[in-house]
């Protein structure tokens, strides 16, 4: 009698198979389920594994395609702080990160419209990075802003920002405000609206204080969440760390589907391996 | 191997007393949370600045009893109420932040209260609130803009409140003095409000009884 089996051939025909064939069946079940599991596992692997090494600019909020720069530039903002300005803007440079840019003082217009190159942002940059020193103090070319700098309206930049990506149809966009957080006080009731009107809206906002007071700090933390503020790493000088411009998150589903994928094919060798005859 | 099978009984009873432990524990800290609860909802109306209020001290550690009980919508709202209160009196004694911290934090707590809280009623006296405190908002008399603002915003708020929850009769209040600030009107405070005020129209949104 011969049954059959998922190996065709080299069979050998037995005359008491009749009692072999639950086990049989229950060897064919868990052969079949393995390898449904490892090409389930597979295939997960290959999705997950398309959208890995995708980084992004260590100081947008993952999950932003695009970020959208709100430089503050009033009176407060100068000298040593903008070193700090220029590190962050070759930071998204060099993670390659489209971006807009908007920058405000009293009111905000638009320098760079949403999904531009990041290289154009190195236009920029110059103006940031001091020229010469003058009895220790660094010293700047004269921007084309010079005169548009006074007060500080913070919400004036959101609002820009926002409209910018909302103008551009940008989905996933992020804002990231970079400013001293040392708001008018005539603008807290613009900017608890506009905080609002962000979060209803779902556009994640990161900011990156220039030494600002942690009075400030408490502020914004409680508008916009402890968690919105980049971390210092992202800007170290170190002799042996340079900025790490880049980030990406740990792909842990990634990790986790090789680790079962891994199981899987050692549950294979054990169990579902040709047995083999030895000797008496 | 062996030894656990010869004294399977014993392993079974060691398992089931550690899960009764549990289980009494578990008890303990629910009734733990039900009478803080009361408690402190009663000390929160003498004392609103209190910090240690709606804080049980269970027995359990990452407090399962008050994740199966749910505590998280009922405590958020309460936290959202004290942050509030916080902003009315101007201090937080737990916290040293200045005014607009304690309102940005009040006002980011009621805005998920208003779209994630348990009940319709709960949803709709976050966002009175919300509306209160947008309009005690510190406006300079001479930012005509941002006055214009507050006003929408909490106009915006109380009517949001009144949709969510019809029979909120502070929301109503609140919206008809905010209405009437901007556009004043001659009667009595809530004598028009059967026919609406102003934009309403007689069109209520409670619900409507059948007569006598």
């Not at chain 1, 320098?111 to 010469?132: I, K």
């Not at chain 2, 949803?123 to 947008?134: C, P, T, W």
Request: aromatic share 8%; glycine share 8%.
């Amino acid at each position: 009698m011969r049954l059959p089996t998922i190996h065709g051939g080299d069979s050998v025909e037995l005359a008491d198979l009749r009692t072999l064939r639950r086990p049989m069946l229950r060897t064919s079940v868990s052969r079949l389920a393995l390898a449904g599991a490892l090409a389930a596992t597979l295939a997960g692997i290959v999705l997950l594994a398309r959208s890995a090494g995708a980084g992004r600019a260590a100081v947008l909020p993952s999950g932003a395609t695009t970020g959208c720069v709100v430089l503050d530039m009033s009176a407060s903002i100068s000298g040593p702080v903008y070193e700090r300005v220029a590190t962050v803007l070759r930071g998204i440079v060099a993670a390659n990160q489209s971006i807009c840019l908007v920058m405000f003082s009293d009111t905000a217009y638009e320098l760079l419209p949403p999904n531009s190159p990041p290289g154009a942002l190195l236009d920029f940059v110059p103006f940031f990075v001091p020229v010469r020193f003058y009895g220790g103090s660094p010293v700047f070319v004269q921007s084309p802003w010079d005169q548009f700098s006074g007060g500080t309206n913070i919400s004036a930049g959101f609002v820009a920002g926002a409209e910018a990506l909302k103008r551009a149809h940008v989905r996933h966009g992020a804002l990231l405000l970079i400013s001293d957080l040392d708001d008018s006080s005539a603008d807290i009731p613009n900017l608890n609206a506009e905080a609002v009107r962000l979060r209803q809206e779902k556009i994640p906002v990161r900011i990156v204080p220039l030494f600002a007071t942690s009075l400030n700090k408490g502020y914004f933390a409680a508008l916009f969440g402890a968690g919105s503020f980049v971390s210092p790493t992202a800007f170290r000088h170190r002799a042996h760390q340079t900025v790490q411009p880049v980030a990406a998150d740990v792909p842990w589903a990634l990790i986790g589907l090789g680790i079962v994928l891994v199981v899987l094919l050692a549950g294979n060798e054990r169990w579902n391996a040709r047995l083999v005859a030895e000797p008496a | 191997m062996s030894v656990l099978r010869q004294h399977k009984l014993g392993v079974v009873t060691v398992i089931l007393a550690a899960i009764a432990a549990l289980l009494i524990l578990f008890a303990f800290d629910a009734r733990a949370w039900q009478s803080s609860v009361r408690r402190d909802d009663i000390r929160f109306r003498a004392l609103p600045d209190h910090v240690k209020l709606w804080k049980p001290a269970t027995l359990l550690p990452f407090d399962p009893a008050g994740k199966v009980l749910g505590t998280a919508d009922t405590m958020a709202f309460r936290r959202a109420l004290q942050s509030f209160w916080y902003v009315h009196v101007g201090a937080n004694p737990e916290l040293r932040a200045d005014l607009p911290t304690l309102r940005a934090r009040a006002q980011q707590q009621l805005l998920t209260l208003t779209g994630k809280a348990r009940t319709p009623g709960e949803r709709s006296d976050a966002a009175n609130l919300l509306g209160v405190l947008v309009i005690t908002t510190p406006v300079p008399t001479e930012n005509d803009e941002a006055i214009d603002l507050v006003l929408k915003n909490s106009i915006k708020y109380f009517q949001q409140a009144i949709t969510l929850d019809p029979t909120n009769t502070d929301a109503k209040e609140n919206l008809e003095l905010v209405l009437r600030i901007t556009k004043p009107g001659k009667g009595r405070l809530g004598r028009d409000a059967h026919a609406g005020f102003g934009f309403g129209k007689g069109h209520g949104t409670q619900i409507v009884g059948n007569g006598y």
